[in-house]
């Protein structure tokens, strides 16, 4: 009898035992094989498959063969090494019909460190400095917030690649002028280690409100970023931009004005951030050169007249050291970050936007007798 009540004491565990064994082989089979068989998950849930697997970790997705090509373009490019020499030159980029701002930059004594590319439209400009004589690419219509504004900065970056000393890309309007002397911009843009794409996540309806399904698998809601279309790219960067296909195509058929519903989607504002958050996030720093005001919270930035140009505008636009981001949804959140040049921190801006036509002669005086960095156009 002792022999007896021992068995019955252990049976009952070992019961136990196999029954929750059976249910975690059947759960890992659910989801090991989730679209051989739906009858196992009805046994467990009214709501069928999908009610069962909702709380099941996801299963990493397989690239597809353009995504895998893309991430070894990708790695072959950024594993390339980057040389500076002294021959080394940044390439300004403008988008723009108009070209008299580089003109503002005291470039005496490095003449050889720059480059000029200009994507006028279908409009033929009329240039007074020698900086942009001859140096309009072969332009189309530029429609603000289509896809058009993408192809026009492809078309520039293609341009100035097929000089292999320009190490450096820069993408300015015209009513950019230049907030530094040429040596210090050349110093801060040639010797980073990174390249600047302004990209920040924005839970708004202007930001991944703007994302749709079309966009998928490729493209996930939760990688959709924003930033301003200002940029300043290593060559490597560079590379990639104008070579990518397979990112370019998603918001070229699916991101523009009421693409979808009430949706309006400016790919310009999506597209780099998007790209590089996707392809290279440790290769870009969140913010861009270019200091823009969006304090009047219209759909475009403050513009600066000729009232607005002070001594003291100047020098608290050289002095900023922090960027913010404020997402689009109902909480409005603001993130800020410290402006760091390898690790050092550093004024975050090398240009400002949008200034007058008017300002001109304004900005000549003032910097010609505070810095000394811009002088008359040729």
Not at 70 to 98: G, H, W
Not at 310 to 324: A, G, Q, R, W, Y
Request: glycine share 4%; with cysteine; hydrophobic share 35%.
């Amino acid at each position: 009898m002792p022999g007896a009540r021992h068995r019955a004491r252990t049976e009952k565990p070992v019961w136990i035992i196999a029954v929750v064994s059976l249910i975690i082989m059947f759960v890992i089979g659910a989801y090991m094989f989730p679209h051989h068989s739906k009858a196992a998950c009805y046994m467990l849930s009214s709501k069928g498959c999908k009610g069962f697997t909702d709380w099941l970790p996801t299963s990493p997705r397989e690239f597809s063969y353009d995504e895998i090509t893309a991430r070894v373009v990708t790695r072959e490019v950024l594993s390339s090494p980057r040389v500076i020499k002294k021959t080394s030159k940044i390439a300004f980029m403008f988008l723009t019909p108009v070209s008299m701002r580089l003109s503002l930059l005291h470039t005496q004594g490095h003449e050889g460190k720059l480059s000029v590319y200009i994507h006028a439209s279908k409009d033929t400009p009329v240039h007074t400095s020698r900086y942009f004589i001859n140096r309009d690419i072969p332009s189309d219509e530029v429609v603000w917030g289509t896809i058009s504004m993408i192809d026009a900065e492809r078309r520039l970056l293609a341009s100035a690649l097929r000089d292999p000393e320009n190490q450096q890309f820069v993408l300015l309007s015209d009513s950019c002028v230049p907030l530094r002397s040429f040596e210090y911009m050349y110093n801060y843009m040639m010797f980073s280690n990174v390249s600047y794409v302004d990209c920040f996540y924005d839970p708004g309806r202007h930001g991944t409100g703007r994302h749709t399904d079309h966009m998928l698998p490729e493209i996930p809601k939760e990688d959709f970023r924003k930033g301003s279309q200002w940029f300043s790219l290593k060559r490597q960067h560079a590379i990639i931009t104008a070579a990518d296909s397979l990112y370019y195509s998603k918001f070229r058929d699916y991101c523009g004005p009421a693409v979808e519903s009430n949706k309006y989607c400016i790919a310009d504002e999506h597209y780099l951030p998007t790209l590089f958050h996707i392809l290279d996030p440790g290769g870009i720093v969140n913010w861009t050169l270019t200091y823009v005001d969006w304090s009047e919270k219209k759909w475009h930035p403050k513009t600066y007249m000729p009232e607005d140009i002070t001594h003291e505008l100047l020098k608290n636009l050289m002095s900023i050291d922090t960027v913010s981001h404020v997402t689009s949804d109902r909480t409005g959140v603001v993130t800020w970050t410290q402006c760091l040049w390898n690790g050092i921190k550093r004024p975050c801006y090398l240009f400002g936007r949008k200034f007058h036509a008017d300002t001109l002669d304004k900005l000549i005086d003032l910097f010609s007798n505070y810095t000394s960095i811009l002088h008359k156009p040729h």
